[in-house]
């Protein structure tokens, strides 16, 4: 079992930058592929990035490529969203989530989710 806890949203200008983190809890945080989403109330959940358990592999959106940087310390059981140069469409509930294979990793169907951290982008 994987429980995941989101911190580190906020409120921020254009052009700022944010650091969100994503706490596990489990044994197992180490074996999983870790992603990042993100999803604006009435539009479909939108893929971010992601990171393989070993770190190896790494999958960014082209919404975000060259600005937000996905990490993760399995020492720590934490799994990391840089994002810089921020935009208003950036604005969106950010979610981690957990998976245990890197097939679809791209695709919404996660094993666990964290509950979001609102980010909020002004003009």
């Known amino acids: 079992q994987v429980q995941l806890v989101e911190s580190g949203g906020g409120l921020v200008q254009a052009g700022g930058s944010l650091r969100l983190s994503c706490a596990a809890s489990g044994r197992t945080f180490s074996s999983y592929a870790m992603g990042w989403f993100r999803q604006v109330l009435g539009k479909e959940r939108e893929f971010v990035a992601a990171i393989s358990w070993s770190g190896g592999r790494i999958y960014y959106a082209d919404s975000v490529k060259g600005r937000f940087t996905i990490s993760r310390d399995n020492a720590k059981n934490t799994v990391y969203l840089q994002m810089n140069s921020l935009k208003p469409e950036d604005t969106a509930v950010y979610y981690c989530?957990?998976?245990?294979?890197?097939?679809?990793?791209?695709?919404?169907?996660?094993?666990?989710w964290g509950q979001g951290t609102q980010v909020t982008v002004s003009s």
């Open positions: 989530a957990a998976r245990s294979s890197w097939h679809g990793i791209t695709s919404g169907e996660y094993d666990y």
